[in-house]
């Protein structure tokens, strides 16, 4: 399960931009993502293209969630869209379902 926050961002980055090892990924991959993420980092647009460079994983899904709030602080913060406020138990139901459907082989 991907959401884009820093750490996980960077290291994402670094893989599906400079990285041969995303075709060879052949696990469940869900990217999860606010279509309102303000973070210049983590733009919605780019979350397609995550899942299109994990092409050998089986099956890859992006589950998109849409508003949230009331939101307060910085755009990467937690308490922004970046972070699903106020739409926290669905986004978790939402992965949990998700990985209850696609246990690991």
Not at 30 to 50: E, I, M, Q, W
Request: hydrophobic residues 35%; glycine residues 10%; positive net charge.
């Amino acid at each position: 399960v991907w959401t884009p926050c820093g750490g996980q961002l960077s290291r994402l980055k670094t893989i599906l931009t400079n990285d041969p090892v995303p075709a060879r990924v052949r696990v469940p991959l869900l990217v999860v993502h606010n279509k309102s993420d303000r973070c210049p980092s983590t733009p919605f647009s780019r979350a397609g293209g995550y899942v299109e460079r994990m092409s050998s994983a089986r099956p890859v899904k992006l589950i998109a969630f849409e508003g949230g709030g009331p939101v307060h602080g910085g755009f990467c913060e937690a308490f922004d869209y970046h972070g699903y406020p106020g739409l926290e138990f669905r986004v978790v139901n939402a992965i949990a379902d998700w990985i209850v459907a696609h246990p690991p082989h």
